[in-house]
């Protein structure tokens, strides 16, 4: 009779071993969505220089992105005395090389700045306007072609006087203006998680910064698929760069692999297309 309570009591033991799950974790899920959201920051650049090195100024400004086939951009902002505190705006153009900075009357300011702001091909008219208050000069220093420099040029003037503007750095203005590429992955079992693709895929040196470059880069990035690896994702995301010439134009695509955390731990580049010059 022991004999057959011992074989009951392992049968249901070895019932319940089969039945009963071994943890109560919820299941992995493959529903995931990715994608690359692109934007752009515009730094404010703060100057302190003096006028006719007498009157320390500081000055504000706001330098817009100059648009591909320009050769200068829109810049606004202002400067004030730092014995008096009051701004006084400023508008005005640029590019690498130089900024002029003009002081209109509110309404004709406005009235520019609208102008500008819709139509940023017409901004070379203000190469020769007059009907300014003051005006601000700056001119980089720049290599000559037998390798001496020429040095920083400065001035203001109200159109009755003109005094120096101390020197001042100038070398990067054209960087206020930064690209950001954001890979930006949702799923109901994790928090949101922004990636800077720029940064991962290691081309921030060439696309962060691209106001002013000649070469007039437009790189896009496109989610193309995910798929779901035994540990991780994989991800697929398209790329195309397109440039004022054929020659250097590219596209292809990435794979990254990334951990259950979406981690970045491993990447690949394939190139599909090359644009020549007989293209």
């Given at each position: 009779?022991?004999?057959?309570?011992?074989?009951?009591?392992?049968?249901?033991?070895?019932?319940?071993?089969?039945?009963?799950?071994?943890?109560?974790?919820?299941?992995?899920?493959?529903?995931?969505?990715?994608?690359?959201?692109?934007?752009?920051?515009?730094?404010?650049?703060?100057?302190?220089?003096?006028?006719?090195?007498?009157?320390?100024?500081?000055?504000?400004?706001?330098?817009?992105?100059?648009?591909?086939?320009?050769?200068?951009?829109?810049?606004?902002?202002?400067?004030?005395?730092?014995?008096?505190?009051?701004?006084?705006?400023?508008?005005?153009?640029?590019?690498?090389?130089?900024?002029?900075?003009?002081?209109?009357?509110?309404?004709?300011?406005?009235?520019?700045?609208?102008?500008?702001?819709?139509?940023?091909?017409?901004?070379?008219?203000?190469?020769?306007?007059?009907?300014?208050?003051?005006?601000?000069?700056?001119?980089?220093?720049?290599?000559?072609?037998?390798?001496?420099?020429?040095?920083?040029?400065?001035?203001?003037?109200?159109?009755?006087?003109?005094?120096?503007?101390?020197?001042?750095?100038?070398?990067?203005?054209?960087d206020q203006a930064q690209n950001h590429?954001?890979?930006?992955?949702?799923?109901?079992?994790?928090?949101?998680?922004?990636?800077?693709?720029?940064?991962?895929?290691?081309?921030?040196?060439e696309y962060r910064i691209t106001n002013?470059?000649?070469?007039?880069?437009?790189?896009?990035?496109?989610?193309?698929?995910?798929?779901?690896?035994?540990?991780?994702?994989?991800?697929?995301?398209?790329?195309?760069?397109?440039?004022?010439?054929?020659?250097?134009?590219?596209?292809?695509?990435?794979?990254?692999?990334?951990?259950?955390?979406?981690?970045?731990?491993?990447?690949?580049?394939?190139?599909?297309?090359?644009?020549?010059?007989?293209?």
């Open positions: 009779m022991a004999s057959y309570y011992q074989f009951l009591y392992l049968w249901c033991l070895y019932c319940l071993c089969f039945t009963l799950p071994a943890h109560s974790a919820s299941k992995p899920t493959n529903n995931i969505h990715a994608s690359v959201n692109y934007s752009q920051t515009i730094q404010p650049l703060t100057i302190n220089t003096h006028i006719d090195n007498n009157y320390p100024i500081q000055l504000q400004l706001l330098f817009n992105v100059i648009n591909c086939y320009d050769d200068i951009g829109l810049v606004i902002g202002w400067y004030q005395y730092d014995k008096y505190k009051i701004r006084i705006p400023l508008l005005g153009i640029y590019n690498h090389q130089f900024i002029t900075l003009y002081r209109f009357d509110a309404v004709q300011h406005q009235r520019l700045l609208d102008q500008f702001t819709h139509h940023p091909s017409q901004l070379s008219t203000l190469y020769n306007i007059s009907s300014f208050i003051e005006k601000f000069e700056f001119v980089n220093r720049w290599q000559q072609p037998n390798g001496t420099w020429l040095p920083f040029r400065g001035k203001w003037t109200n159109g009755t006087k003109t005094l120096n503007v101390n020197p001042f750095n100038m070398d990067n203005i054209t590429y954001d890979l930006v992955i949702t799923s109901p079992h994790h928090t949101p998680t922004s990636l800077d693709l720029l940064t991962k895929l290691g081309l921030a040196e002013g470059n000649i070469a007039c880069p437009d790189l896009s990035l496109t989610v193309a698929n995910i798929v779901k690896r035994a540990r991780g994702w994989s991800i697929k995301i398209d790329y195309s760069v397109g440039l004022r010439r054929c020659a250097g134009s590219h596209s292809g695509y990435y794979d990254l692999q990334l951990d259950d955390h979406f981690t970045v731990i491993n990447k690949q580049s394939v190139l599909l297309h090359q644009c020549s010059m007989t293209e």
